[in-house]
């Protein structure tokens, strides 16, 4: 049960760093869950943190050395099923899976995303698709507010 803790923290602070990383946050050598969630909150991050993860901060950051370290530790089995269902639901909720998003099933929204990336560059895999619409989906939401009637349509990537 304890390497599958292990593996859960390790899922939550990699998908908390990423986002980070993407608003060009260099994320200090720390595996705490809690500062993660409010450097992303202080920062911009499109990170979708969910109430079971801001709430577990604490727990999960344990998980990362208690269940390596410490051979005494044990993490019981409703903790890890608890556990197992929340993290999915946070990766799921971060477009972090591998069946396409509903929203991307769309193919004018496939564009627009496409607008934002180089001319030659194309996702390789639905995983990938949804993970760069994560990235630019409230710039794409902001560009639909921002862009007027007969505003050039390259800015919104519907070239």
């Not at 292990?6 to 990699?14: D, F, N, T, W």
């Not at 044990?74 to 799921?92: D, M, Q």
């Not at 509903?102 to 560059?121: M, V």
Request: some cysteine.
């Amino acid at each position: 049960m304890n390497a599958v803790a292990y593996h859960l923290q390790q899922a939550v602070e990699k998908a908390l760093k990423a986002f980070l990383e993407c608003v060009g946050v260099t994320v200090p050598n720390t595996h705490d869950i809690d500062k993660l969630v409010r450097m992303s909150r202080d920062n911009g991050s499109q990170a979708v943190v969910t109430e079971w993860i801001k709430e577990k901060a604490d727990m999960l950051t344990r998980w990362e050395a208690d269940t390596r370290y410490d051979v005494e530790y044990y993490v019981e089995e409703e903790r890890i099923r608890s556990g197992l269902t929340e993290v999915k639901r946070f990766l799921e909720l971060n477009g972090l899976k591998d069946d396409l998003r509903e929203e991307l099933k769309l193919p004018e929204t496939r564009e627009r995303l496409a607008g934002f990336f180089p001319r030659e560059y194309c996702p390789a895999s639905d995983f990938e698709w949804n993970c760069l619409y994560q990235i630019y989906r409230k710039r794409m939401e902001k560009d639909d507010r921002d862009i007027t009637p007969g505003q050039c349509r390259r800015r919104k990537g519907m070239v």
